[in-house]
């Protein structure tokens, strides 16, 4: 999601913490329960994790646009095509899916985050900044980041999919002074 934020600011798709603000429509992913079932902005969509906003982000950048920000980001294998055959890729190419990422390739991608080097607008950094902070602690610290959670087997897009019993988790962030 924090690719995806980037991205989506970068392409004028998200315009702030709060714009747009989406609805849910019946047929969206709801696996993430009644905090998926709200409508949703930027900032909510970063905090809930709520799949059906990034696959509305991504299907509004469309493929070239999607597959040309993971190309400039180098983000992990670059594959954006989705499930084999299905040209899936904006439903969740980020999902147990074709997108794929090393431990050693997040931690590279994050240092660009980090470093504001990433080829995208000061104000997608700026954004995506706004809505990854966990923190901002007296002392000057601020810790940026994410939370991700999966499951094996096949891409999570339908509400029968996620396998509660095998879920792994994982944060990925930063923190700056």
């Known amino acids: ?7 989506g600011f970068d392409a004028g798709i998200l315009k702030d913490e ?8 019946d047929g969206d992913v709801a696996w993430g329960g009644d905090a998926w079932r709200q409508p949703t902005d930027p900032a909510r969509w970063i905090q809930y994790s709520v799949v059906w906003f990034s696959q509305r ?3 509004s950048l469309g493929d070239t646009r999607f597959q040309h920000y993971a190309d400039v980001f180098d983000y992990g294998n670059r594959d954006v095509s989705g499930e084999p055959g299905k040209h899936n890729g904006t ?15 997040q931690v590279a991608f994050l240092r660009k985050v980090a470093n504001r080097t990433l080829p995208v607008s000061a ?9 990854t902070e966990i923190a901002a ?11 991700g959670t999966g499951s094996p087997g096949a891409p999570i897009t339908h509400e029968g999919d ?7 988790g994982w944060f990925v962030g930063w923190a700056t002074k």
């Open 18 to 25: 709060h714009t747009p603000t989406l609805p849910y429509r």
């Open 1 to 7: 999601k924090i690719a995806l934020s980037l991205m």
């Open 162 to 168: 996620y396998d509660r019993a095998h879920a792994y």
């Open 137 to 147: 602690r007296p002392d000057g610290w601020a810790i940026h980041g994410k939370t």
């Open 123 to 131: 104000n997608a950094l700026d954004m995506t900044w706004r809505v």
């Open 57 to 59: 982000v991504a299907q």
């Open 91 to 105: 439903a969740g190419a980020w999902i147990n899916s074709s997108l794929q990422i090393s431990p050693l390739e």
